[in-house]
C-alpha cells in the first residue's frame, strides 16, 4: 500500500477518467494502450495522455517486455492500494482533498451498483461468497483508531498476495480482481 502525502497525485486522480482509467487498468492490467482505449471507449491519445499523467506520479508503470513492437505500449498499475498520511492544510490542498474523496467515493458506490446490476450473470459459486454489510458501533475517536489498524493488518498478507501474483503475472486460473472498501466515521446523535 502506498502512503499519499502529495497533494499533486490527489489532483490527478480527482478526474472521474482517470480513477476510472485507474481502477480499469487494475483490474485487468498488464494491458495495451489500445486495448484500455477500446474498454473506455475512448481514443487512444486521450487514454495516452491520462496515462502519462498517472505515471508522472508513480500510479502507473509501462512493461515494454510485453509489447511486440516499437509502437505497443503495455502498461499496469504500480499499486494496488493506497492511504493518505498527511493532513493538508492549505485551502487550496484541502479542496484538491474533497475533490478527490468525492470522486473516490462516487467510484466506490458506482462500482458496488454495477456489481449487483451484473451479479446474477456471475456463476453462482461466485455469486454467493461476495458479501458485504454495515455495522452502528459506539466507539472512542482512539478505539476507532484501534479498529482502522486491525482492519489493515487483516487485509494486508491479501494485498501481498495480490502482489506477488500481480507481478509474476501466475494466479490460478478461477483468480479474479475483487474489490473491497468500507467506511467508517462518526455520525451526529
Known sequence: MREIDDVDVLKVMASRFRMKLFSLLFRIGPVTVSELARRMDADPGQVSYHLRQLQK?????????????????WVRAALNGWALVKDFEAPEDRAALQAWTSQWVIDQFERLRDFERTRMTLPEDWQNVAFGGSHHLRLTKDELAQLDDQLQAVLKPWRELTRSRVESSEAPPDTRPIFIFYHAFPEEP
Open 57 to 73: 506520479h508513480g500510479l502507473i508503470e509501462d512493461v515494454p517486455e510485453l509489447a511486440r513492437d516499437s509502437r505497443e505500449r
